[in-house]
């Protein structure tokens, strides 16, 4: 071939055919056009471009195309144009084998089907945009889309998947584990199944392909496990929003990822997702991975374990992350990380968190680490640059740290305040049990019961103040002292206390002439 001739190839691309289909196009009828598409089959592919109006389909209607060597859009004719392809609840509306397809700017409801609702694909490839997807559902899996055998990827962009359910898996998605999952800026609402994966829903197995969201919402998404997720292998999620999910019965309200993921979050926020056993946001199987930064849980709440995340046997990482009123009937009120069955030590690090009025019935209120089993390798957490503020539970109302296997604790550069533990003979700040060796530097706890701040057990490596009012003198607790801290303090002059009543200043049993001399020296605004 000459120079001319292939410079003239690289300027001019293929183009694919469009097919126009309605009264007025090539075609009246899908299975007309798709005969013809399929019969010719052009590698450049072709366009089905669909004339405005609603399409109620049936199973001799529908859209069923096979075996093409180039790919197939379908779109609206025109830009003016609204295209709803109505399964009727009878039918299947879009199903593919061996096609790269693409559709996009169009609305497809009330479609039924055994493994997919509303589009079924298997082998090639399926791209999604601008797509709303509401009412369909699946008798197994994929109540909204289902890619199956042999699917290279599913790219998912600026869709909405509404009411879609499916008996089993993946009450809007469902992708077996071959298949390359991308979903950005989209939306899954009151999506639901009985298994796993209300929102989306992801097959396991010896070879998982990645799953990735971008800037993508669930709400009000409901499953056995995974409310709003179910996924395995390398899980990513950007700024990605869990609202009002949930696992009914089982694990993780809004995420769940199963044994040997590689889980990474940024910025993503859960908010009153539910759980009935554990992770009423999140819950992570054994023998992987977790990294979450700059996400925010607020509200979620978990039956046994972990109100907002629970991780087991995986090395986990939590780091500028704000928890705030998560909370649990067992351990954990906002993180209950454990280690399980891994043979070797895991690793637990959180750094520059913030939790806040989190809740546990029986351990940590912020925060349980434990293990489960005698072997299980135990564990070495960190701590950094953290704080816990009203936190409470039974035992640890900031945190509480237990092993049956040896393992460390390391608590440096906190802030705690005004936890608290309902058990008598136990510490607010943090509680401590079992083979744990602790170690607490820069910490700072106050607003605690007297003597009853920090584990005696965690070693001191200097640098810490505990003990003592958060700000003292503040008597009526109201962030400054003032003359209404005087009339409080004298209306308790002369009694006896344990130090914790906040009208004794100094802690010393009594309130008496010390206290108000202390108010006095600390007069002003609380720093």
């Known amino acids: 071939m000459s120079t001319s001739a292939c410079l003239l190839l690289l300027a001019f691309p293929s183009t694919p055919t469009t097919i126009t289909v309605g009264v007025d196009g090539d075609y009246e009828t899908f ?14 592919g072709y366009v089905l471009a669909v004339e405005s109006g609603t399409w109620v389909l049936d199973s001799s209607s529908c859209i069923d195309v096979n075996n093409l060597s180039g790919g197939l859009s379908i779109q609206p004719a025109s830009s003016e144009s609204t295209v709803i392809l109505d399964g009727d609840n009878v039918t299947l509306p879009v199903s593919a084998h061996n096609v790269d397809l693409d559709i996009s700017g169009v609305t497809i409801r009330n479609g039924t089907g055994s493994n997919g609702g509303g589009i079924r694909v298997s082998g090639g490839s399926l791209k999604l945009s601008e797509v709303i997807i509401e009412s369909c559902a699946a008798t197994f899996s994929g109540g909204g889309v289902y890619a199956g055998t042999s699917v290279s990827e599913l790219e998912v962009t600026g869709c909405t998947f509404q009411d879609c359910t499916a008996v089993t898996y993946g009450g809007g998605i469902y992708v077996t584990s071959s298949v390359q999952l991308t979903v950005v800026d989209s939306t899954f609402t009151t999506c639901q199944c009985e298994d796993n994966g209300g929102g989306i829903s992801r097959g396991g197995g010896t070879s998982v392909s990645s799953t990735t969201l971008l800037n993508t919402t669930f709400e009000s998404c409901t499953a056995r496990a995974g409310g709003g997720l179910f996924a395995w292998g390398v899980v990513q999620l950007t700024d990605c929003d869990f609202t009002s999910c949930q696992a009914i019965g089982t694990y993780g309200g809004g ?12 910025g993503c926020t859960f908010m009153s997702n539910t759980a009935d056993q554990h992770g009423g946001a999140i819950s992570t199987a054994k023998d992987g991975t977790v990294d979450v930064q ?28 704000d928890f705030s009123m998560n909370a649990t009937s067992g351990d954990g009120g906002a993180l209950a990380l454990k280690q399980t069955s891994v043979s070797t030590p895991i690793v637990f690090s959180v750094e520059s968190c913030s939790f806040d009025g989190n809740e546990a019935a029986s351990n940590g209120g912020a925060i349980c680490f434990g293990d489960w089993a005698s072997g299980n390798g135990g564990y070495a957490a960190t701590i950094d640059e953290s704080q816990f503020m009203d ?12 092993a049956i296997d040896p393992s460390s604790v390391a608590i440096d550069s906190c802030t705690m305040s005004g936890n608290a533990s309902t058990s008598t003979w136990v510490h607010d700040a943090v509680e401590s049990s079992g083979d744990v060796t602790g170690s607490i530097t820069n910490v700072e706890a106050c607003d605690h019961r007297a003597g009853r701040e920090i584990h005696e057990d965690f070693v001191d490596n200097g640098g810490n103040n505990t003990g003592d009012w958060c700000c003292p003198g503040d008597a009526d ?49 609380c720093d």
Do not use: K
């Not at 299975?31 to 450049?44: G, L, M, R």
């Not at 995420?255 to 979050?265: D, F, K, M, P």
């Not at 003032?482 to 010393?508: K, Y």
């Open 477 to 525: 607790a109201d962030s400054d002292v003032d003359a209404d801290d005087i009339a409080l303090l004298l209306t308790s002059w002369g009694t006896d206390g344990d130090g914790d009543d906040r009208e004794d200043v100094d802690r010393d049993g009594d309130v008496a002439m010390l206290d108000l001399i202390e108010i006095l020296r600390h007069w002003g605004t």
């Open 255 to 266: 995420l769940y990822t199963g044994a040997e993921s590689e889980v990474s979050l940024s």
């Open 294 to 321: 700059w996400c925010q849980f607020s509200l979620n709440t978990a039956g046994s374990s972990g109100g907002a995340c629970r991780c087991t046997g995986s090395d986990a990482t939590f780091a500028n992350c």
């Open 391 to 402: 936190n409470s539970a039974s035992r640890g109302g900031g945190m509480y740290v237990s």
């Open 31 to 44: 299975p007309a056009a798709i005969a013809f598409i399929e019969s010719e089959d052009d590698p450049d």
